[in-house]
Structures are given as structure tokens and as C-alpha cells.
């Protein structure tokens, strides 16, 4: 591939897979487990963050203990992954990603979601022969991308870090980029606030197709 050409990194949770209903619902499950009120989805984007016992400590006043960190990590992921199954792509995220292969341009998916889940959701979704590489989490669920996205970036045969942009609905993304040597741009449809995201200090767009041309324009 030609040096000025840009790869895509797709998040998934709340970027090309638009679950934030579910997110939120899963959440107010696991907020109960440990007598917590729930939580609306404007209160969330203004609080989230990853790593996701720092977005706990920002409602409680504190970090959960073991025990309730626990207990609220179990609860979430057991709701979740029933009301996933009623969750569809982000508006035009199919199309995009068949256009960018279509294009003879290549693109991966890294994701905090579970390994083990993710590649069957992936697959149900008919997407996976758009991406040269899915990797999902293999480890604990407590901890950022960066480290992942560094395996992952140093995964992709013949791509460059520095001709690499990650594509995310979080901060974290942001961060993830950085540490492996890539750019981002950040949507405004999944986990956080656009003020949150500005803070970031990487473009910020309201849709999948703004930032699939964005990510073009950072690597020209």
C-alpha cells in the first residue's frame, strides 16, 4: 500500500455497533447489584471513561471495592449480552465498510468487547470479510485499549502506525491511537459527551461517514 494511504481501526461497542441502549440498560442492572440510582444517558456521556472502575469512582465518590467491582462487571456483561442480540450496526456503517474495501483500502476492528463474543457478533452482522484483522479482549475487563491497540497495529502485514487512524466513540480510543503511534478521529453516537470528546484534542465528527473522510484527510 502507498505510504500516503490511510488504514482504518474500527472500534466497535458504540461506534460501527450502535448499542448504547443496551450499554445503558446493562449498566443500570449492574448499578443495582450495589444500591446505586440509575443513570440517564445524557448523565453517562457527561461521566464515562475508561478504565471502567474510574467511571464508577466518578459516581460513588470513590473506587468500588473488589467485591463490588465484581459484582457490577457480572451484571453488566449478563445483561448486556442478551440485549446486544437486539442491537444493530450504526446508521451506514455497513455500506462504509464495503465501500472502503471496494476502494482497495484496508481497515481492522480492536475492541474491548470479549474475543470469544465479539467474532461471532461480528460474523452475525455479515462485516468480518471487510477487515483484515478483528481482535477482541483476551484479558480482564478493567484496563484501556492502549496496550491492545499496540498488538494489534503491530499485527497489520505491511501497515505503518503512522499512516493509521483509529476510528472510536471514546477517549480512550484517542489515547489507544496515540500510544500506538496512530491518529484518531472520535464520534459523537456512542459513549461520551462531544464535550468530552473535544478534550481529546482530535477532530470530532457526528457520523460514520464524516469520519471515514476525515481519516482520509489525516494521512493525505
Known amino acids: ?15 460501527l455497533f450502535h448499542d448504547i441502549d443496551a450499554v445503558i440498560s446493562a449498566t443500570n442492572a449492574s448499578f443495582a447489584e450495589i444500591g446505586l ?3 440517564t444517558l445524557e448523565r453517562y ?13 466518578r459516581l460513588m465518590g470513590r473506587l468500588p471495592t473488589d467485591d463490588e467491582w465484581l459484582a457490577m462487571d457480572d451484571a453488566f456483561h449478563r445483561h448486556y449480552w442478551v440485549l446486544a442480540e437486539e442491537a444493530g450496526l450504526a446508521l451506514g456503517a455497513k455500506q462504509l ?4 474495501q471496494a476502494a482497495g483500502l484496508t481497515q481492522s ?6 474475543h470469544e463474543r465479539l467474532i461471532p457478533l461480528v460474523r452475525t452482522h455479515g ?14 475487563s478493567d484496563t484501556g485499549k492502549a496496550e491492545q491497540m499496540v498488538r494489534h497495529v503491530a499485527a497489520l502485514e505491511g501497515v505503518e502506525p503512522d499512516r493509521v ?16 503511534g496512530a491518529r ?9 459527551s462531544r464535550a468530552s470528546l473535544l478534550a481529546a484534542g482530535v477532530p470530532v465528527v457526528d457520523s460514520l461517514e464524516e469520519a471515514v473522510a476525515e481519516a482520509g484527510q489525516l494521512i493525505a
Not at 505510504?3 to 474500527?10: A, M, P, Q
Not at 462485516?127 to 480482564?140: A, K, L, Y
Request: net charge negative.
Open 97 to 100: 465498510l464495503a465501500d472502503w
Open 165 to 180: 487512524v483509529v476510528i472510536g466513540d471514546a477517549v480512550d480510543d484517542a489515547v489507544a491511537a496515540r500510544h500506538a
Open 127 to 140: 462485516i468480518e470479510p471487510h477487515f483484515m484483522r478483528v481482535d477482541g479482549r483476551t484479558g480482564q
Open 109 to 114: 476492528l480492536c475492541s474491548l468487547a470479549e
Open 45 to 57: 456521556r457527561e461521566l464515562y471513561c475508561v478504565p471502567v472502575p474510574r467511571f464508577y469512582e
Open 1 to 15: 500500500m502507498g505510504k500516503n494511504v490511510t488504514h482504518i481501526v474500527w472500534d466497535w461497542n458504540g461506534t
Open 37 to 39: 440510582p440509575p443513570i
Open 184 to 192: 484518531a478521529v472520535l464520534y459523537t453516537g456512542g459513549s461520551h
